[in-house]
């Protein structure tokens, strides 16, 4: 296989291989499941003690049908209450940022959970500042969110490799419809150096091309046509 034919082949398996489906996520029942059996949470806001399987039981038999999504992640005003029986803690770290950022708005709070790559949990929590007209999701550090694609698009917070589960609005109160959606929007970094690399090769490619012309012309002019 001649140069220039074999790095096409190559670049065109890189394609390929960039160009392949997504791992499917996981569902909303499932990441709640895993919660609820999960006794090492970060920042956890249920703290009952006990083995995995008691957890379980525990947190489906005093939310049934479903409302353990509701109380894992809708809204809540921030106060200063741990857990009291099978009600979550509503603490919150209210640091400057968030204050400067909430202003005089109403502010609220809301649990996200966050299947981190290396398969640990952990409970983030969004600040939801309500004023006239507006409503914007925020985070620790202060920066505002007017909808769940401006969180993926722009926070320092996930990446692409993490998972979450959140509600679709993640402006709204107290909460709505639940999604799984990964951290991070995927960079498009790859698209560019891909191209970058199609690029180089057709050069590469045009270059070879010129160069074997050129010494075929200059050896059929030393040694007569077809010496080559």
Known sequence: MRLGSLVLAVTATLALSACGPP???PSTAALLDEYARSTSVKNDRFTKTGSSAERAQYLFANYPGGRLFGALLATFRCGARDQHGPYPSDKCDLTDEVRRTAGDGDLYARSLLVKHERGTL???TLYVVRGPGKSVAVDKTGRGYTDLADLRAHN???TAEDLVLTPA???AVPGGNTVVVTGHTPPTWPWWV???TV???LVLTA?????RRRAKARFDGLFGPGAT
Do not use: R, Y
């Open 199 to 201: 690029s180089l090769v």
């Open 194 to 196: 891909l191209g970058g």
């Open 23 to 25: 791992d499917p996520l």
């Open 207 to 211: 270059v070879l091309v010129l160069l």
């Open 156 to 158: 320092d917070l996930l």
């Open 169 to 171: 609005d993640i402006t």
């Open 122 to 124: 952990e409970l983030l």
